[in-house]
């Protein structure tokens, strides 16, 4: 079965990074695409983008653009989100999840998720 | 941007049908998929483009789409169904995945 486990939480200081990361088992892993949301303390999922596990190929939201990378290691089936320069309202938790695309196509979607890893950013 | 109106709330009695909608301009032509979070959980696929079920989701559980909205019904509503519920989808002309901000089921 399809199983993504995440990092365990981190408490940063203002202006930090944080790297989360994802380990996926059970699927060919570089089959698929890694996504990554996040959920702001009783507010709704916000996408942040994905990357192709087959070839690195990356899609970010544009208001991450300049903040954040995301990559992968085949070798392991491990993706990981780097989050540069954090602000106290990127506390959140943040879910990896499977990203599904068609055969020549954009990733759309996303099946299976991570259990979350709770950022939590102070000053 | 392309942008997915939810409403914050619904409420339904125990065995009845709850119908949740997704507004978005012209959602019809786009595949829309809907998750399901529980508290202190992370999302979970109900039901993906519009209308199709992932193994293990029951049959209680359908979408539709057509013209600016798009709707998942839940039949014979449960304790168990009290949830969040997002709509998602992926704008093509901004290559982005955009959510819906979820609606609250409650029972009543």
């Known amino acids: 079965q399809v199983h993504l486990v995440q990092s365990g939480a981190e408490v940063k200081k203002t202006g930090a990074s944080v790297k989360v990361s994802c380990r996926g088992s059970?699927?060919?892993?570089?089959?698929?695409?890694i996504a990554w949301v996040r959920q702001a303390p009783g507010q709704g999922l916000e996408w942040m983008g994905w990357?192709?596990?087959?070839?690195?190929?990356?899609n970010y939201a544009q208001r991450f653009q300049d903040r954040v990378t995301m990559t992968t290691d085949t070798s392991t089936n491990t993706a990981v989100m780097e989050l540069r320069s954090l602000r106290s309202d990127d506390t959140a938790v943040y879910y990896c999840?499977?990203?599904?695309?068609?055969?020549?196509?954009?990733?759309?979607?996303?099946?299976?998720w991570g259990q979350g890893t709770l950022v939590t950013v102070s000053s | 941007s392309y942008v997915l109106t939810q409403p914050p709330s619904e409420s339904v009695a125990p065995g009845q049908t709850a119908r949740i909608t997704c507004g978005g301009d012209?959602?019809?032509?786009?595949?829309v998929n809907w998750f399901q979070q529980k508290p202190g959980q992370a999302p979970l696929l109900i039901v993906y483009?519009?209308?199709n079920r992932p193994s293990g989701i029951p049959e209680r559980f359908s979408g539709s789409n057509s013209g600016n909205t798009a709707t998942l019904a839940i039949s014979r509503v449960e304790a168990g169904d009290e949830a969040d519920y997002y709509c998602?989808?992926?704008?093509?002309?901004?290559?982005?995945?955009?959510f819906g901000g979820g609606t609250k089921l409650t029972l009543l």
């Open positions: 999840a499977r990203a599904l695309r068609p055969i020549s196509g954009r990733y759309r979607s996303a099946d299976f």
């Open positions: 059970g699927y060919d892993f570089s089959w698929f695409g």
């Open positions: 990357i192709s596990a087959y070839d690195g190929q990356t």
């Open positions: 012209n959602v019809g032509s786009k595949s």
């Open positions: 483009d519009d209308v």
């Open positions: 998602q989808v992926w704008d093509r002309k901004s290559d982005l995945w955009v």
